[in-house]
């Protein structure tokens, strides 16, 4: 099975290159980008030394199924899909936050319940919630888009306070992030999930608020089986998960958390193939479709030549 670990290609009209921890981007000159998602796979900030085969496929045609299935609310940044690994779209202006929706108390919500905390980027949580539990209503806990090192937590009051978005900009993606998040739980009732969490990013081109990136995705998002969750959820069980916390939970079950001195354990050929096919499956539960698996073949010549073809017809 190949993989697409990194890619090193030159094409026409080529002005700039970025490669992130999962995904090579380059920039058009006329102003579209090319995005590559790549196979390999970051966990707690960090790069796993391995790539998982149809990693990048995965999550690529998840986000262009969730994309089109919510231009309706607002215009997207894609053009053109021409590969399986590629998007190619709008070269926006990315606003500096993500907008994190959160319907449940999960994640990052739930560790600063746990510690005492009841506000969370402005927002006050009520008393008397437990892990998992469903909010009175879904709530937007905003980060800051760092260039270099963790996001932060902010609030609305210190995104307009600071000028990182106009007031009028920022009420809109608000509207935007709460129709999404509705969008994207009515289609996971729909496939026996709950959408959990989330975020967003937007950009802007020509005074238009575009929605950029991936959407509703594992890596980008938390879902929860919906069959069982109100009887784990009364019985004070874990709730069963469908996003990529199992591969969190190999590397800390595996003494790993990203922490200085720790050593990523051995990802052998049994790890990498286990960790593809939970993809595979995330990718059939989420879309309801079958997954297509490419054609065989030397996957970095597909993906150029595919690119090179859709730049041609820009």
């Not at 969370?120 to 888009?145: A, Q, W, Y």
């Not at 081109?205 to 009364?234: M, W």
Request: aromatic letters at 10%; charged letters at 25%.
């Amino acid at each position: 099975m190949s993989t697409i670990k990194e890619t090193n290609f030159n094409f026409n009209n080529q002005t700039s290159f970025y490669r992130g921890k999962v995904r090579d981007v380059y920039s058009i000159s006329n102003g579209y980008l090319v995005m590559i998602a790549s196979d390999r796979i970051s966990a707690f900030d960090v790069v796993l030394p391995k790539a998982i085969p149809y990693k990048g496929q995965v999550l690529n045609q998840i986000a262009s199924k969730f994309l089109e299935a919510t231009a309706d609310i607002l215009p997207n940044w894609v053009v053109a899909v021409p590969d399986p690994n590629v998007t190619i779209g709008k070269n926006c202006e990315p606003f500096k936050v993500e907008m994190v929706i959160r319907g449940y108390a999960a994640g990052h919500l739930w560790r600063t319940y746990r510690d005492g905390g009841r506000e969370l980027c402005g927002e006050v949580l009520p008393e008397g919630l437990k892990e998992n539990d469903k909010l009175p209503e879904p709530i937007i806990t905003p980060t800051t888009k760092a260039a270099v090192g963790h996001d932060m937590d902010i609030s609305r009051t210190e995104i307009i306070k600071q000028g990182i978005v106009s007031e009028e900009d920022y009420l809109q993606l608000e509207k935007y992030a709460k129709a999404l998040f509705q969008r994207g739980t009515e289609i996971a009732e729909k496939r026996g999930l709950i959408l959990v969490d989330t975020k967003y990013e937007f950009g802007k081109k020509d005074g238009v608020i575009y929605l950029i990136d991936e959407i509703h995705t594992p890596d980008s998002s938390r879902y929860f089986y919906a069959e069982g969750y109100a009887e784990r959820q009364s019985n004070g069980e874990p709730q069963k998960q469908l996003s990529k916390e199992f591969v969190r939970q190999w590397l800390i079950e595996n003494g790993f958390q990203g922490k200085e001195g720790q050593q990523v354990p051995e990802m052998t050929e049994e790890i990498v193939k286990s960790i593809s096919e939970r993809y595979i499956e995330l990718y059939e539960h989420i879309t309801g479709e079958p997954f297509v698996y490419p054609e065989a073949g030397e996957v970095l010549n597909r993906v150029e030549k595919n690119i090179n073809q859709a730049l041609l017809s820009l």
